[in-house]
C-alpha cells in the first residue's frame, strides 16, 4: 500500500513537472515574463514584457520549489492531548515493555499554557507554513480532546508513507534556568527502525539548526535514544522538536507570543527544506525583540513538569515526552 501511494505521488510530480516546462516554453516563446510579488511567501503573478524573454530567477526558483514538494508528505504529531490515557501499549512493534498509551504533557510555570495547545498552536502554523511551499500535509490531531497513542501517531505516519514524521512538543526541567530547543531521534542501532537513523538524524539536525536559527534560541543539540514509543513504532524517517523548556520564565513567556509561534514554524519548515535538498527561503523574518510582559509567576513543582522521567542528559532532568 505504501509503496503505491508513493508511485502515485512520484507520477503526479512528473506530470506536474512536465507541464511547468510546456507552460515555461510557452511563457519563452510568447515574450512572457513570470515575475514574484514582493511578498516573502513567493506569490507568482505574470505580466507581459516587450524585452525579457527569460523567466526570472527568483520565479524559477518559486516554481522548482514547489514542484520538489509536490511529491512530498510531511505527517505533523502535535504531542500530547487535552487528558492523558494511563493504559498501556507497548514502546515498540513485538516489545514486551509497555508505557503509558500518551500523556497530557506539561504546563507553562509562568504563563500557565498547557504544552498540548502549545503543541497544536504551532502545528498548525507549521501546517499552513508547509502546504503554502507546495507539501501534502497529514496532522495526527487538529483538536486537543482526542485519545491518540504514540504507536497509533506513527501508524498514521506509516500508513500514509510520510516522507517524514515531525513530533511537535516543549520540554520541562527541574533546573528553572534550562533553556533551547532540542531534537530527538533513534540510534543507528535501534532493532526496530535503526535502518532509518541516517535519515531521522538528518531530518533532526535540520530542523534544528534552521529552528535555532529563526528564533535565537539556543541549541541543545540531537538526543539519540531508543526509549521513545513515538519514534519506535515509526517506519518512516522521525523526529521530535523540543521547541523549548516551559519551566524557563522567558521561553515560557517566549512560546506564548503570537510572533515566536511563527517563528518557531517557519524554522522547522525551513528545516524540512533543507533536509529535502531545498533551497531554503533568505526572506525568514528575524525574531523582534519580546517585550515586557506581566506574567504572573506560578509555583514549579511535580504537577506542571513533565514526570516519570529519570534519564539524565547533560545534568538536565528531561520529560517523557512520547
Known sequence: MRRRL????IFIAWSVLAATIILAAIFLSGNIAVVTSGSSSGNISAGCRDSDNVLTGMAGRFILKALAAEARTVVIDPGHQLRGDSSKESVAPGSSETKARVTGGTTGVYTGVPEYQLNLDVSLLLQAELQSRGYNVIMCRTSNDVNISNSERAMIANNAAADAFVRIHANGSEDPGVNGIMTICQTASNPYNGALFDRSYSLSSMILEHAAAATGAAKQGVWQTDTM??????????TIVEMGYMSNKDEDI???????????????????????????????PVPAPMPEQNVPVRASGDGFLKKKANIRLKRDVLAEIA
Not at 508513493?6 to 505521488?9: A, T
Open 254 to 284: 517566549r512560546m506564548s507570543d503570537p510572533a515566536y509561534r511563527q517563528l518557531m514554524a517557519w524554522g522547522i519548515a525551513n528545516g524540512i527544506d533543507a533536509y529535502f535538498g531545498t533551497e531554503v527561503s533568505s526572506a525568514s
Open 6 to 9: 508513493r508511485i502515485c505521488r
Open 229 to 238: 514509543s513515538g519514534i519506535n513504532w515509526a517506519q518512516v524517517p522521525v
